[in-house]
């Protein structure tokens, strides 16, 4: 019986592991067949296991995913942004851009690059190292943009004064 248990406990974290979104403990019993109770106590168990660990069991809006501990953050951080594709020149050239000039309309970078920016604008975009702000009040409402999310992060900038140095 105990090894039964134990194989259902393997069987539950792994399904926690390769779920693509946070798993309910409903769902982990009905593909285990077993109680929604009992998947809750293995669950609850697991989390204990990997509680002060650099992954963590999270419950999120009652479903369950496993996540990196937040004090592993800063060396996660070092590790990826080494690894990170390297910008190409003219994305480059586009995003000091639109960091001095925001918020900044494509026709505004177009002029001041003196060349087409669509392309580089979408790779941007996909990056999140830029962001639509909204649309500008003038005839076509073009969108209007500024620094997105992952820019301080791809850069490892801290906050806006080390860029001012």
Do not use: C
């Not at 992954?55 to 590790?79: C, D, H, M, Q």
């Not at 005839?139 to 900038?157: A, D, K, L, S």
């Amino acid at each position: 019986m105990r090894e039964i248990k134990h194989i259902i406990k393997n069987q539950v974290e792994a399904l926690i592991f390769v779920s693509e979104k946070p798993i309910s403990a409903k769902e982990i019993a009905k593909f285990l067949e077993i109680s929604e109770k009992e998947a809750e106590e293995i669950i609850e168990e697991l989390r204990e296991e990997y509680q002060n660990r650099g992954i963590n069991i999270y419950k999120i809006n009652g479903a369950y995913e496993f996540a990196t501990s937040p004090e592993v953050a800063p060396v996660l951080w070092r590790y990826l942004s080494k690894k990170r594709e390297r910008l190409p020149r003219s994305a480059l050239e586009t995003l000091a851009i639109i960091y001095y000039h925001q918020p900044i309309t494509k026709a505004e970078i177009e002029a001041i690059r003196g060349t087409r920016v669509d392309s580089i604008l979408s790779i941007l975009l996909e990056k999140k190292l830029i962001k639509i702000l909204g649309r500008k009040e003038t005839i076509g409402r073009p969108f209007i943009y500024g620094i997105g999310e992952e820019f301080y992060r791809y850069f490892t900038i801290e906050d806006e004064d080390e860029l001012k140095k």
